[in-house]
């Protein structure tokens, strides 16, 4: 074979291998697919997942189904082919790497950003459900994570609510930060705390704050927290995190805290980040959460307005399941109790 022939296979073949290694590199999109739906009416395990201590509860056989999708990580790699499959897939969304990850995330970032954000959102939609409800409670300051081997490792724990830094009450976020952040870094600091019913004293020591050497901090993460009359806990599986849940568990809460059945023993689905005053806000994901509702079996689906124009483009069956515009707790609450009562009911539409 001549020197020619020899070096024209020998660019055919390094073109060909270059493809392929171009084939499996990664590309800067995530991809969004269905998740698994949960009745937070029904049981986790041998648990119910909406429980109530000191209250008397009902429980009913509908399903109020929250809804989930499976996003690829941040330590996940999507190459060419997995982004041309999951765009050509109507189950599935595709969407630019930096619209849904930090530049410096990793798995473990974000798994710590959901649990957080998912303590946020139980709280919040306790707090909802009791304010449909006309119970009062009080407003306090919660622990929502603690940083591993930071200061408050192994003295405070998630949940813990904060009473006093140093024997001053506090009672709002910033109290808290104004009581911590001037110390001088390395000061011993006092933080009283109720726990499971008791009031404990922890002591420990400041450090540095990330980016503000002068600045103390005990690498805790704090929000807002509540004092209820009474305890209310969800007992999820711990791979469910994120704020999205949250339009759900009220609704869920207000059901188990009222006799009958809100669903009249009907399967509901929904989603949507909802705050302490009922409000309901948009969440990412909406299409494939869709998806697996109907899946599930769902027949109406309680949509946040931000939300209602991309939901009209998604891949479900609107003679199979019905799309209801929400924009608070209360407007679910009637929108169901309405449905329950006449599927064909005029209801508030997702228009675009």
């Known amino acids: 074979m001549s020197r020619r022939r020899w070096a024209g296979l020998l660019a ?5 291998f270059m493809s392929v290694q171009a084939l499996r ?14 009745n937070v009416l029904g049981k986790n395990g041998s648990r119910d997942i909406i429980s109530v201590e000191g209250r008397r ?4 056989k509908g399903a109020l189904r929250l809804t989930t999708v499976i996003p ?6 999507v190459n060419i082919p997995q982004l041309v499959t999951a765009w050509i897939d109507p189950d599935r969304s595709v969407y630019p790497y930096e619209a849904i990850y930090p530049p410096t995330a990793t798995q473990t970032s974000v798994r710590q950003e959901s649990a957080v954000q998912m303590v946020s959102s139980q709280d919040n939609a306790v707090a909802a459900a009791l304010g449909a409800l006309k119970i009062p409670y009080r407003t306090a300051v919660k622990i929502a994570a603690v940083t591993k081997g930071g200061p408050a490792d192994g003295k405070l724990q998630t949940g813990d609510m ?10 709002s976020v910033e109290e808290l930060t104004r009581r911590i952040r ?13 726990r499971d019913g008791r009031n404990l004293v922890e002591r420990m020591t400041t450090v540095a704050a990330p980016g503000d050497p ?8 704090i929000a807002p927290g509540y004092e209820f009359p009474f305890q209310v806990d969800l007992n999820l599986a711990d791979n469910i995190g994120g704020p999205s849940g949250g339009l759900v568990f009220a609704t869920g809460i207000y059901d188990v805290l009222t006799p009958g059945s809100l669903t009249d023993g009907k399967a509901i689905a929904g989603t949507g980040e909802i705050d302490a005053q009922g409000r309901v806000g948009e969440i990412g994901g909406i299409q494939q959460k869709l998806v697996g509702a109907q899946a599930d079996g769902a027949r109406l689906f309680l949509v946040p307005a931000g939300n209602c124009a991309e939901a009209l483009d998604g891949h479900y069956d609107p003679d199979k399941m019905r799309l209801v515009r929400v924009t608070t707790l209360k407007e679910a609450i009637k929108d169901v109790q309405t449905w329950v009562k006449d599927p064909d009911a005029k209801l508030t539409r997702c228009t675009r």
């Open 12 to 16: 055919v073949v390094l073109m060909a």
């Open 25 to 38: 590199e990664p590309v800067p999109y995530a991809t969004f697919s269905p998740g698994p739906t949960v």
């Open 57 to 60: 509860s009902y429980r009913d």
């Open 72 to 77: 690829s990580g941040p330590g996940d790699k």
């Open 162 to 171: 904060v009473l006093a830094v140093n024997g001053t009450k506090v009672a």
């Open 182 to 194: 001037p110390l001088p870094v390395g000061s011993p600091v006092t933080v009283t705390v109720r």
């Open 214 to 221: 002068k600045s103390s901090v005990v690498r805790v993460t």
